[in-house]
């Protein structure tokens, strides 16, 4: 996959510090990935880059919301999000990104593409079950749930009461009035 440029830091021309990145995700960041589960997306990134004499430092925060279809309603709503990623680059070798929170680039490596850490941290702050937030606190009024609800097993202490011979009442007042 290309690399989209605005997510490429040439490190090699920094002084040696903290540096500061700031970008603006929208819908068609996802569109490169092909990742089509937002319908729409409005997320701030900024990344700080230590640079030091052997290695770089990256500080990742996101946040933000991305609307997406609640999986109980299939009703769109904004999600809001937040996730925090530290990375350190080394220098060595080889190309080497086996572990999670550090990135080893060749000797000689002047710039290093941050974008694939921006959309997995994008993409892993989203809830698993997405539940409206309307369903949540019963403001929702969706013809969906008015049917799920229709159609929900009606409890067991309701359905007893009603299924109950009236004689075995006064047998259960036995039992109470020891």
């Excluded at 490429?8 to 510090?17: H, T």
């Excluded at 701030?44 to 609307?67: A, I, M, P, R």
């Excluded at 990375?87 to 490596?109: Q, R």
């Amino acid at each position: 996959m290309k690399s989209l440029k605005e997510f490429i830091i040439p490190f090699v021309g920094l002084k040696i510090g903290k540096h500061l990145f700031e970008y603006k995700i929208e819908h068609a960041f996802f569109e490169h990935y092909e990742y089509e589960e937002f319908n729409d997306v409005n997320i701030d990134v900024n990344v700080e880059l230590e640079k030091k004499t052997t290695l770089l430092e990256l500080h990742f925060k996101v946040s933000g919301w991305v609307n997406v279809n609640c999986d109980l309603t299939n009703e769109p709503y904004n999600q809001t999000i937040g996730n925090e990623f530290d990375l350190v680059v080394n220098f060595g070798d080889e190309y080497n990104d086996e572990h999670i929170d550090i990135l080893i680039v060749p000797h000689g490596t002047y710039e290093i593409s941050i974008q694939q850490y921006i959309y997995e941290l994008i993409v892993l702050a989203v809830p698993t079950k997405r539940v409206h937030p309307g369903v949540e606190d019963g403001t929702l009024d969706s013809d969906i749930l008015k049917k799920l609800e229709e159609l929900s097993p009606k409890l067991k202490e309701d359905k007893e009461k009603e299924d109950i011979d009236p004689r075995w009442n006064t047998l259960k007042k036995l039992l109470t009035d020891k």
